[in-house]
T-cell receptor, first 115, second 111 residues
Framework: EAQVTQNPRYLITVTGKKLTVTCSQN?????MSWYRQDPGLGLRQIYY???????DKGDVPEGYKVSRKEKRNFPLILESPSPNQTSLYFC??????????????FGEGSRLTVL | GESVGLHLPTLSVQEGDNSIINCAYS??????FIWYKQESGKGPQFIID?????DKRQGQRVTVLLNKTVKHLSLQIAATQPGDSAVYFC??????????FGTGTRLQVFP
């Protein structure tokens, strides 16, 4: 089954404790992206990747890191989480690096709470 | 700044009726638009898209209308079913590497 898989789905952590949210897609998509979803703000892009070893900042990259060493994986790293990073995170992939075409396939989401 | 807005945060319709979800966009450079559906506890799911060279596009039970003059986008769902209950997002693409999402409209379907 074609899918985007995120882990963990739920996580409660404390300020400053490094964490990684993994994302894997099995569709051989070139484009991958991370979003955060907050009430009243919609989906905001954190980072995206057009292909292996190519990553770029989105609209809200502060406090996050990503890597794209393999085509299928795109982990989101929070080196020193803070409470304002409490949010619902979505990973997405697309067969086309052109965001003006092609649909995004989203994971199920990872709800992160930073105390 | 760039923004994508929605007229109604919640829309309640009776099962079997048609639903219309509206979206206003602000960037006149946007030439590609997408509607997503997000069910509770799940990630957004692509519904339908439309390019700026079109005014209307139809899918299965869904139609998207684009009015570039007033920068307005709408999603019409025919014969709304309980399974259509979800939050619907519009998104606009002002450039090939950017997609701006709206805040969403919740559609509630009652019997």
């Amino acid at each position: 089954e074609a899918q985007v898989t995120q882990n963990p789905r739920y996580l409660i952590t404390v300020t400053g404790k490094k964490l990684t949210v993994t994302c894997s897609q099995n569709m051989n998509h070139e484009y991958m992206s991370w979003y955060r979803q907050d009430p009243g703000l919609g989906l905001r892009q954190i980072y995206y990747s057009m292909n292996v070893e190519v990553t770029d900042k989105g609209d809200v990259p502060e406090g996050y890191k990503v890597s794209r060493k393999e085509k299928r994986n795109f982990p989101l790293i929070l080196e020193s989480p803070s409470p304002n990073q409490t949010s619902l995170y979505f990973c997405a992939s697309s067969p086309s690096p052109d965001r003006g075409s092609g649909e995004l396939f989203f994971g199920e989401g990872s709800r992160l709470t930073v105390l | 700044g760039e923004s994508v807005g929605l007229h109604l945060p919640t829309l309640s319709v009776q099962e079997g009726d048609n639903s219309i979800i509206n979206c206003a966009y602000s960037n006149s450079a946007s030439d590609y638009f997408i509607w997503y559906k997000q069910e509770s506890g799940k990630g957004p799911q692509f519904i339908i898209d439309i390019r700026s060279n079109m005014d209307k596009r139809q899918g299965q039970r869904v139609t998207v209308l684009l009015n570039k003059t007033v920068k307005h986008l709408s999603l019409q769902i025919a014969a709304t079913q309980p399974g259509d209950s979800a939050v619907y997002f519009c998104a606009e693409s002002p450039s090939t590497d950017k997609l701006i999402f709206g805040t969403g409209t919740r559609l509630q379907v009652f019997p």
